[in-house]
């Protein structure tokens, strides 16, 4: 049963890893769907318009409030309405403080932060007027627990947890929901970077590398993948989540739970 036919979905960074994961269960659900992130954007619309919905990408750098704003009229003006907003453009920097580079702050806050808030308040109020929509932020982990050497990373995904809380709050008994989610280790192109990084510091194999990574963290070792966590943000989209309201679920093989 296709239930979101006839819903648009919005997937930030959705060109790769978690958030092409999430549009691709979304849009096999019947949603169409807006794309946004760099790299192979045609691969991307070509494979998730095989589920049959409408697809189209919008190349939006969410550092830049403008262009955030040039998507969501866009996306208004060619799927009608956003009615699933899924905030998951992320970066990561991994520096000490002392060394940790303004400019690498500036951007993790901006795009793993301030662009959720800004597709928010853009969303939301044709949201609330419809009685329904469901904006699900894909935090972290680094959202409830903190990791050395990532500091930006750790606040901005502190401050998108705090954001949901608020969303949620003046969302409430409008029809809209505001929920996290907070993945552990996910082998994406984003972890890879800290899985080749570590090779390379300690001399190891990359297998290797990664054992060590997942280990460290969660009790649990086998990364999460991304459709997994897709069929969480599928469930938040049913009618039996529609009381689940502001909350922060983590997918983390333990991590959080020591
Ligand atoms: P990824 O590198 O595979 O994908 C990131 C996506 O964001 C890509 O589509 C990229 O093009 C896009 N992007 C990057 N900078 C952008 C910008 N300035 N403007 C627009 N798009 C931009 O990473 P991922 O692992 O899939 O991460 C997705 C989200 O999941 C992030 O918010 C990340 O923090 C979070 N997360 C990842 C993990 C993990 O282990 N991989 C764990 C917890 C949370």
New binding site residues.
């Given amino acids: 049963m296709q239930f979101l036919k006839g819903k648009t979905a919005l997937v930030?960074?959705?060109?790769?890893?978690?958030?092409l994961g999430m549009a691709h269960a979304l849009a096999r659900h019947g949603a169409n769907v807006v794309l946004?992130?760099?790299?192979d954007a045609q691969a991307a619309c070509d494979a998730v318009a095989a589920h049959g919905t409408k697809v189209m990408h919008h190349g939006?750098?969410?550092?830049q409030p403008g262009e955030i704003e040039a998507m969501m009229t866009e996306a208004v003006a060619r799927m009608g309405r956003v009615d699933i907003l899924v905030n998951?453009?992320?970066?990561?920097h991994v520096a000490p403080l002392e060394a940790f580079a303004t400019e690498r702050w500036d951007a993790v806050i901006a795009?793993?932060l301030s662009s959720a808030f800004h597709t928010t308040r853009l969303a939301l109020p044709a949201m609330t007027q419809a009685g329904w929509g469901r904006i699900i932020n894909?935090a972290?982990?680094h959202g409830l627990v903190a990791s050395a050497q990532k500091a930006a990373y750790v606040a901005a995904k502190h401050g998108i947890i705090g954001l949901t809380k608020v969303t949620a709050i003046e969302a409430a008994n409008t029809g809209v929901t505001c929920n996290a989610i907070c993945?552990?280790?996910?082998l994406?192109?984003?972890?890879q970077q800290q899985v080749d990084a570590k090779a390379n510091a300690l001399g190891i194999t990359v297998d290797e590398a990664k054992r060590q990574l997942v280990g460290e963290k969660q009790p649990q070792t086998q990364f999460t993948t991304?459709e997994q966590l897709a069929e969480m943000a599928v469930f938040m989209c049913q009618d039996a989540a529609s009381n689940v309201q502001g909350a922060a679920w983590t997918m983390d093989g333990g991590w959080t739970a020591q």
């Fill in positions: 930030t960074g959705s060109t790769s890893g978690i958030g946004n992130g760099f790299g939006a750098d969410m550092t998951n453009a992320g970066i990561q795009i793993n894909i972290s982990t993945p552990g280790w996910v994406t192109p984003l972890v991304p």
